[in-house]
């Protein structure tokens, strides 16, 4: 029981390594806040947890839907211990071919929604006084650059990035802040980005040459990973940026 007693905040969680976390803390005695623009899969998720699990509609781009549903689940869970930021969003398309409009779309859900849930979570985190952590999940795209992908790479750069500066700025308080950076996971995100390909398991497999571990992981593996950032055996790290890439980032 890892987490027992602890509450926490999750975006993205009604599917893929959201809903993960929200699992795998719950069964580590976490009481869990589902929070994903699903709203009928987040609920479900919800259910499924049973007693500890509580869920809110939200859109992460939106700052008022943000602090309205962070301010539910605190309320709902008695309060917040810690906050994991899943949501995010892709885009394959070339450089020349993205518009301001798609920068700001990106951007807005994989950059500021994170910063918006820290922003709002952060006075209740204070208030509950045991410390707490923040995982931003960015992606090893924000690491080492991928083909078309100009916009979802640099926009995890930034994540992790600005994962670091909250480390700072928070260490007065005893809340730590890392950086997660997952690489090939079986998602609804990864699996979109191979399944309308001419021949997937092509593509599938042109994927997989970048990475010395030749499998897509589970998101059961990378919320292992985030219960690691979230827990007291990392009670030393703040500021890191820690890689569950098959090797990717280096190779």
């Given at each position: ?11 993205g ?11 795998l ?18 609920q479900s ?26 301010a ?23 450089f ?26 952060l ?43 909250l ?85």
């Open positions: 029981m890892k987490l027992d007693g602890r509450r926490f905040i999750i975006t969680a009604a599917s893929g390594i959201g809903e993960a976390v929200a699992r803390f719950h069964s580590e005695g976490a009481k869990v806040g589902i929070l994903d623009l699903d709203r009928k899969r987040a998720v919800a259910e499924e947890i049973g007693t500890g699990a509580a869920f809110a509609q939200t859109d992460v781009s939106d700052v008022a839907s943000v602090e309205a549903a962070v539910e689940i605190s309320k709902a869970l008695g309060g917040i211990d810690g906050v994991v930021n899943c949501a995010g969003i892709d885009l394959v398309r070339k020349e071919h993205t518009d301001v409009g798609d920068w700001h779309k990106l951007y807005s859900v994989n950059v500021f929604g994170p910063v918006s849930v820290c922003r709002s979570a006075p209740y985190i204070r208030k509950s006084g045991n410390g707490g952590t923040v995982v931003n999940v960015a992606s090893a795209a924000g690491l080492r650059p991928l083909e078309e992908r100009s916009i979802y790479c640099s926009s995890k750069a930034a994540l992790i990035m600005f994962t670091k500066v480390a700072v700025d928070l260490a007065s308080d005893g809340i730590r802040a890392n950086a997660f950076c997952p690489g090939i996971t079986d998602t609804p995100m990864l699996r979109r980005s191979y399944e309308d390909a001419p021949n997937p398991q092509a593509e599938l497999d042109r994927i997989l040459e970048r990475y010395l571990i030749k499998r897509i992981a589970t998101a059961r593996d990378m919320a292992n990973a985030i219960l690691f950032l979230s827990c007291a055996e990392s009670s030393h790290m703040t500021g890191s940026t820690l890689n569950a890439d098959g090797g990717r980032v280096f190779y």
